[in-house]
């Protein structure tokens, strides 16, 4: 399994459509075995077409800060799982969603300035 994670300086970056990269981790029998990262394309998460890119490399998961409808609507058409709300380290980050401490907020960003 493949767990995307939109960064800035090893932080969850707040907005999945704005972020610096992608870090990919992927995960063998719930351990992480490998780290690597994705160059963020320019514009909207949305628009991107980020999806089809990350559903390319092999990725299942989107552990994100905000994301708009629109975002979360293309990744869960790529068969993306979307967990929102995420915050922190992304190292951490991955470590508690795989020991099954992290879930999905149900907040969606309504606007695209949204922080």
């Not at 780290?35 to 394309?41: I, L, Q, R, T």
């Not at 514009?43 to 629109?70: D, E, F, H, R, T």
């Not at 979360?72 to 709300?85: D, M, P, T």
């Amino acid at each position: 399994m493949k767990i995307a994670v939109p960064t800035r300086d090893g932080r969850v970056d707040d907005h999945f459509g704005h972020c610096a990269y992608y870090t990919i981790f992927d995960v063998v029998n719930n351990q992480i075995t490998g780290v690597s990262k994705m160059a963020s394309p320019e514009g909207c998460g949305c628009k991107s077409g980020i999806a089809p890119v990350l559903k390319q490399v092999g990725v299942q998961v989107m552990l994100a800060g905000n994301m708009g409808q629109g975002a979360k609507n293309v990744l869960e058409a790529q068969r993306i799982e979307v967990i929102r709300g995420c915050s922190g380290d992304v190292d951490q980050l991955v470590k508690d969603y795989l020991d099954g401490k992290i879930s999905d907020n149900g907040e969606v960003c309504a606007h695209h300035d949204c922080h």
